[in-house]
């Protein structure tokens, strides 16, 4: 935020013309990755520069079989790098587990490897679909690829989505004041409320689970749901600010997904681009509704929980999300639209927080733990709990209020308000820059003063 950032900033600024622009962003995102892992950085530029040679393999291919011998070859060897790295200590563990064998291999995982895998592996697809133009310069194809504002925890950006902005881009004040913003904003999710509730979660959910009460129990996981929520749409938003300072128009990734009313609904707002992934890229290239429409849910849920971890309990996860799902469709998805809206919410409330229970555990006896805390079979509570619950009331309740689009609305109505007065631009001006700088000034205080500062999405 000190060094890199500004001066990566300063420099596009300067920069006489695009080309410019983008060689300097390019050189920003390698020294980024590099700097946090410099060995890992030939995968990423070995998938980048398979995937350039595959694009320009079915741009001039004369069949469409040949066609489609680029898209196989592309696809084996980007998804065999994400199998390599992040799947085979996996697989060689349950095998050693289930035959007595020891060829347990210890591969270390390449951070953000899942989004810029993915993100590759779309721009083949999309040019064998014809929906992007092959891009025939393999650095403005690594620049797609590595741009460090999204490279780490996503959002997932297809190539069409800033194809026209790697040729021809402007960054106006209007783009850099909202990208502040929106910078800052996820960065308050991340440094106060993420890592707060997070300490809080880690309390409880993090030691012995056989002397964890009911109540600790529910205040456990409960933070980790709202924690897991404001890391992860935290890191999108700041993406997405940072994108906007550099003129490129990232996708949004969350849209107030605890206030749905259905598990049908909240994956519509839940990691959106990891959602319209899978649809358009799995679920209905394998038929979607049209043919085998419970086994094409079952594939996409399974990989959406191994896409998350090379662990069982993902699985699981991913498995709980298509029971839930299925018998939304066939049973009582429509019987549930009919009650009133406080109970649809709680329904689906309860049933995401019971489903953090599954992704937060990667051995599963703790699973069984918690769920036998939160029945009571601990004990009800412990003393302290209520002076604990007391002294953080007040972060529970902006919690509350931040994940609904309350707080968001009131913002807006106040700014539209404001600008129809007399020098209401400027007062608004003045108003935003005010809440850039105090907002910087409270995360970097929060991030100077804690030591509790997780990085929950590294490992995806």
């Not at 019971?354 to 004990?379: C, H, P, Q, T």
């Amino acid at each position: 935020m000190f060094i890199f950032l500004p001066v990566t900033l300063v420099l596009q600024h300067f920069a006489k013309n695009i080309q410019q622009k983008n060689i300097i962003i390019l050189i920003a995102s390698l020294v980024f990755y590099a700097w946090g892992e410099p060995k890992w950085i030939f995968v990423m530029l070995l998938v980048a520069f398979i995937d350039w040679l595959a694009g320009l393999y079915i741009h001039s291919a004369r069949t469409k079989r040949q066609a489609k011998i680029g898209v196989a070859a592309a696809s084996v060897t980007t998804l065999g790098a994400l199998v390599v790295f992040k799947y085979l200590n996996f697989f060689t563990g349950n095998i050693d587990a289930l035959f007595h064998s020891s060829i347990q291999t210890n591969i270390a995982l390449p951070i953000g490897i899942s989004f810029y895998t993915f993100q590759a592996l779309t721009y083949v697809i999309d040019v064998y679909r014809g929906n992007v133009k092959c891009q025939k310069s393999y650095l403005k194809l690594l620049l797609y690829v590595s741009m460090f504002p999204q490279l780490i925890a996503g959002p997932i950006v297809r190539y069409s989505d800033i194809e026209k902005e790697i040729n021809v881009r402007r960054v106006t004040y209007k783009n850099i004041s909202d990208g502040i913003t929106r910078f800052v904003t996820g960065l308050f999710k991340k440094a106060f409320f993420a890592n707060m509730l997070g300490s809080v979660a880690a309390l409880y959910l993090d030691g012995d689970l056989k002397s964890v009460t009911f109540v600790q129990g529910w205040i456990g996981i409960i933070s980790y749901f709202f924690q897991i929520y404001f890391d992860f749409s935290g890191y999108s938003d700041m993406a997405i600010g940072l994108g906007k300072m550099m003129g490129f128009s990232f996708p949004e990734n969350f849209n107030y997904p605890y206030v749905s009313k259905s598990i049908t609904e909240f994956w519509r707002r839940w990691h959106i681009t990891l959602s319209s992934f899978f649809r358009d890229y799995v679920y209905i290239p394998l038929g979607g509704n049209r043919k085998h429409h419970i086994l094409n849910l079952f594939i996409v849920w399974v990989l959406t929980g191994f896409w998350h971890g090379a662990s069982w309990n993902f699985m699981l996860w991913g498995f709980y999300y298509f029971v839930l799902l299925v018998l939304e469709k066939k049973y009582y998805g429509e019987k549930l639209k009919k009650l009133p809206a406080f109970v649809q919410r709680f329904y689906t409330i309860f049933a995401v927080i019971i489903g953090w229970i599954f992704f937060y555990f990667e051995d599963m006896s703790n699973v069984g733990r918690l769920f036998k805390a939160l029945i009571g079979v601990n004990g009800f509570s412990a003393a302290g709990d209520g002076t604990y619950i007391l002294n953080r009331i007040f972060l529970f309740a902006a919690a509350v209020i931040a994940v609904t689009p309350l707080a968001s609305k009131a913002v807006k109505r106040l700014l539209h308000f404001l600008g129809r007065l007399n020098h209401g631009k400027e007062i608004v001006q003045i108003i935003t820059i005010v809440f850039q700088v105090v907002t910087l000034f409270i995360c970097v205080s929060c991030l100077v003063g804690s030591t509790y500062n997780p990085f929950l999405y590294f490992r995806f």
